[in-house]
Every structure is written in C-alpha cells, then in structure tokens.
C-alpha cells in the first residue's frame, strides 16, 4: 500500500516538474511585448504579443465574428492582415480560396500577433459591442431545445439589431472546460425590443456551451455577450416570403415573423418547420397567434417521424420535399432557410433548379 | 544485451529495420502529410530532431529515474510525458527564436507529439537492453529511415498525381496505403541482414 502511493507521489511529482518547466518556458519564451495593430488605416492600437490575433482584438473592443472559439474549424472569423501576419499556414489554407489567398485573407484564430500588424476589418464590425445580460427565464420548449430569455442590462441604450441577426454567447468556465467559452446563437425575440434577448439552445452532446445552458445555468445568472453578427436578416421588397427551417433554426425566422407582425407589412409570408416528432415543435401557440393577426401568414409544419397516437392531420415527410411539391417554376418569392446544413444545401439546391435568383436565397447554417 | 555496433545499429535502423515500413508505426501523420515532397520534408526533419533527442532522454530517465526507484512499469505513461513536454519546449523556443525554421518545421511538431513510432522507438530500446551510445544511434536512425520512407512516398504521390487518373476510391489514403504496403514489401527483403536485437 506504501509502495503504491510513494509509486503515485514520485510519477505525480515528475509530471508536476516538466509542468512547472513549460510553465516558466512559456512566460518567458511566448513573451512577445508590446506590439501594434493599425486596423483599417483608422484605429491604431498597442497590444500586448503573443496571443492569436481574434483574441487581441476581442480585448481591444473589435468582435470578429467565431461560431468555433478559435479552434479554426468554423472560418468564420477571415480579416485581411496586410503587414506582419507571416506566411499562410497549413491549418488556414484549407479555408481560404485562390483569391481569399491574394488578398491577404487569413484565419485571425491562427495568426498570432508577433509583429506590428496592419489589418482590415468589414466596417459594420465596428458596431459590434459587448453587452451584459442577466437570465430571467429559461423554459424547455422540446426535450432538447431551450428558450433563454436575457435582458440586456449593459449597455443601458440595449442591442440594436435585425431580425435574423445572432450573437455569440459566452459562458464562464465550469467543470467540462479550461476557460471561457462562446458560440454563435441566433436572436428570436423581437427586434424592436432594445432591452431583450431571446435565444433557443438544442442541446449538442458533449457541447460546451450547450451544456452549460442545459445544465449548470441558472436564473438570475449573468452572462456576456457581443454582437449582432450575420448578413442574415429580413431584406426589403414586395415579393412573397417563404420561410424554411428545422429544430433550433426557428429562433431567426421568429425574429422575422415579430417584424411582419409589428410594422404590418403585407407581403404573404409562408413558414414550412420541418420536425421529427409531435414533441419537436415549439412556439406553436405564438405561430397560429400570429396566423391571425397577420393577414396572409401561414405555418405549416411538417413531421417526418409519425406513429398512431400522434393523430397528425398537417402534413408529413420532409420538409424539403414539400417544398419541392408545393412550389411552382420561377416562383416570386424571397427564401429565408435556416436549420441543419444538410437541409439547407439540399433547400437551396432544389430552390435553384426551381429557377429562383441566388441573390433571393437567404441563409443560415447551424454547424 | 545486443552484440552490434552503433554504426551499424544506424544503418539498420534506417535500411534494414525501418520503424514505418517494418514496424508499420508513425502512420496516421505518415499518411496525413506525405502528399508532396516538401511538406513531408519538414514533417520528416521534426521526427528525426525529436526521436533522436527523446530516445536519449528517456534512455536517462529509464535508467537513472525509474530503474532506481522501482517505477518501470510506468515507463509507458512517463514516456508519453516526457514526449509531450519536450516537443512543447522545443516548439515554443523555434517559434521564438527561427521564426522561418518555424514555418518549415515548428507547425508539424504538435502533430508529432502522439507519434507513436517516437514513443516506439524509446521503447524498443528499453526492450532490447541498449546502451545509451546504441540508443543515440537507433533513435536518429529510426527518425532518418521514417523521414526517407515519407519523402520516396510523397515523391511517388506527387507524381502519381499529376500523370495518373485514378479512380475516386483509390485517391488520396488508399493509394499511399498500396505504395507503402510495395515499399515495406522491398525493404523486407533486407530484414534478415542485420540482427539487432
């Protein structure tokens, strides 16, 4: 029994020195002083070296947009670095195209800040802030979708977004995590309402936020986050409105539906949400509300997983094959999909062969 | 103990008994990265520099550290250990000081730290009882056979592709599968040359 611990003490004690050795070499060898990044040719800053450049800028108030927490898997987070980024690296050149290449487009997750930088960001970023928010009600829509209902409590002036927007959520460290984690979630609450948030959670197994919405969240808790991100959102013009999505993809197409609603804009709007089961589908008391109050809205939901005590009379299968019956050659509509990547290439597809513009075909994919 | 010089102790690690094309170890980043000369090149240099310097390493924590205080079946765990910190360092002083080595060689070293044909080549080693002079020569030898077995194949890749059609199940892993089964099916032929353990 003493053999055995003095054995776990001595492989302990190792293992704790060759810690505490990359310990002391990381603080002196990853220590890169102070370093600058002139972004845009406009704002010049001083920034401590070192870190990964989507990081840097987080600190300084920029928020490049991320749905995978700078692991470089999402690629999401591209700005031009035109000075000191060194050369591109094996790990970003799977996601940057020929001309992404010539233009000086990099994963500002990989590069780290070495140098003094000169960077280019999309303008609209500037206007992506930091917010507080406190939880004031969760409720478990499905079994594994859940509403989070925040309110903004800093900055006083709110959140100004458009409907379809998301923002990224970030949730402290806790038991499955190392540190501070955040991913992308669309809004579902109206965007109108400066002072809330709404979002919908489908529980990822082994996620690391997700998990800890479903889990260790509580209410009264508060919680940061920034944005509005995405070039998904409600566009102007008189046409049709056909709106597609699956599981939690309802939340930005939700968003949309309050616009309709509150600013009474009379385009015919129709909302296909593709479900496995009866117990898959939420905000259908709130959905046939609004069939109501809206005048040419519907909602139909399709179920692809019936049995006999369903006693389902909508309709049934897959919600892209529905459309693919439904809607006619050249059709006069604007397309808002937002789900599963499968659903969504294949909507998209069959919406192209269908002869729809590309530029009507708006999207959202939840990886 | 084994009767066999540590000059021949190299060459046979590098011709005759080639820790990936007889021992079939170091695979996965084998088959990852082989698609062209060059990168395989730096994948290669950063095995060499890293078996070489861990063999040595864990020959003396081996001997020195867990042979005295009775620990050697944790050898596999210390191994790993040792491995890992070492290619941590030595991936954090490149960054710092070679920024252009960096580039070439320094992004491949993460890949290699779960390398199992570095942890291999320690315990071999230990296996067949060398002296730390046999173990400095088996260890760079395995690195240079590995890096050699990675450049001939990614030299045959390259040229494969650009004069063969192949068909879509064939590209890619399956094809560097066949042309490494080919190769260790050559340098078996030589196994018998040298005994070295």
Same mark, same amino acid.
């Given at each position: ?13 190792? %293992? ?9 070499? =990381? ?19 001083? &920034? ?51 001309? *992404?290449?010539?233009? =000086? ?22 206007? &992506? ?5 406190? &939880?004031?009600?969760? *409720? ?134 593709? %479900? ?25 939901? &399709? ?30 509509? =604007? ?33 | ?24 170890? #170091? ?66 002083? !490149? ?11 320094? !992004?491949?070293?993460?890949? !290699? ?6 942890? #291999? ?22 690195? !240079?056979?590995?890096?050699?077995? /990675?450049?001939?194949?990614?030299? /045959? ?11 879509? #199940? ?10 490494? #089964? ?16």
């Amino acid at each position: 029994m003493f053999e055995l611990l003095l054995s776990l003490l001595i492989m302990s004690g190792i %293992a704790a020195l060759l810690a505490l050795l990359l310990e002391i070499a =990381d603080s002196y060898l990853a220590d890169y002083g102070e370093r600058r990044i002139v972004v845009n040719e406009q704002k010049d800053m001083v &920034v401590e070296g070192g870190k990964p450049l989507l990081f840097t800028l987080m600190e300084q108030g920029i928020f490049i947009p991320s749905a995978c927490g700078g692991k470089g898997t999402c690629s999401y987070c591209k700005v031009q670095v035109h000075e000191g980024g060194g050369p591109v690296l094996p790990t970003e050149t799977p996601y940057l195209s020929p001309e *992404e290449l010539k233009t =000086d487009v990099r994963l500002s997750c990989q590069v780290k800040v070495k140098n003094d930088l000169k960077i280019e960001i999309p303008e609209e970023l500037f206007l &992506v802030k930091e917010y507080r928010v406190r &939880v004031e009600r969760m *409720e478990d829509l499905t079994p594994a979708i859940r509403g989070l209902h925040l309110r903004v409590i800093e900055p006083e002036e709110g959140i100004t977004f458009k409907a379809g927007q998301y923002v990224q959520l970030e949730v402290p460290k806790y038991k499955r995590t190392s540190g501070p984690e955040y991913r992308a979630y669309s809004i579902s609450s109206d965007a109108d309402r400066h002072d809330r948030l709404e979002l919908v959670i489908t529980r990822v197994p082994e996620g690391a936020v997700t998990t800890y919405v479903h889990e260790y969240l509580k209410e009264g808790e508060e919680l940061r986050a920034t944005g509005p991100y995405g070039k998904f959102y409600l566009r102007e013009s008189d046409r049709d409105i056909l709106l597609i999505a699956t599981g939690s993809g309802m939340a930005p197409i939700k968003s949309i539906l309050h616009q309709l609603a509150n600013h009474g804009i009379q385009r015919k709007a129709t909302f296909f949400f593709g %479900a496995r089961t009866k117990s898959d589908l939420y905000y259908v008391d709130q959905l046939e509300a609004w069939e109501k109050a809206i005048p040419e809205f519907r909602f139909i939901p &399709v179920l692809s997983r019936l049995t006999e005590e369903d006693r389902w009379q909508g309709e049934k299968g897959r919600v892209t094959d529905l459309i693919g019956k439904h809607l006619p050659d050249n059709p006069a509509v =604007d397309v808002y999909i937002c789900g599963a990547p499968p659903m969504v290439e294949s909507c998209v597809a069959l919406l192209l062969k269908k002869g729809l513009p590309e530029e009507r075909v708006f999207y959202d994919k939840f990886e | 103990m084994v009767q066999v010089d540590a000059g021949t102790l190299f060459f046979a690690a590098i011709f005759t008994n080639n820790i990936l094309l007889t021992n079939f170890l #170091g695979l996965c980043p084998f088959l990852a990265i082989s698609r062209e000369v060059r990168s395989g090149l730096g994948l290669g240099a950063a095995v060499v520099f890293v078996m070489t310097c861990t063999a040595v390493l864990n020959y003396l924590v081996y001997y020195y550290v867990l042979v005295p205080l009775n620990l050697v079946h944790f050898r596999f765990i210390l191994f790993i250990v040792i491995i890992a910190a070492f290619v941590q360092l030595v991936e954090m002083t !490149i960054e710092r000081y070679f920024p252009a080595l960096y580039y070439v060689l320094g !992004i491949f070293l993460p890949l !290699i730290t779960v390398n199992c044909a570095i942890l #291999g080549a320690s315990l071999f080693l230990i296996i067949r009882e060398y002296t730390l002079v046999q173990s400095l020569a088996y260890g760079a030898g395995s690195g !240079i056979g590995w890096m050699i077995a /990675i450049i001939a194949v990614g030299a /045959i890749r390259e040229k494969v592709q650009k004069s063969a059609k192949l068909p879509r #199940g064939l590209e890619g892993p399956a094809l560097t599968l066949i042309i490494t #089964g080919v190769m260790a099916l050559a340098f078996i032929a030589f196994s018998g040359m040298i005994q070295i353990q």
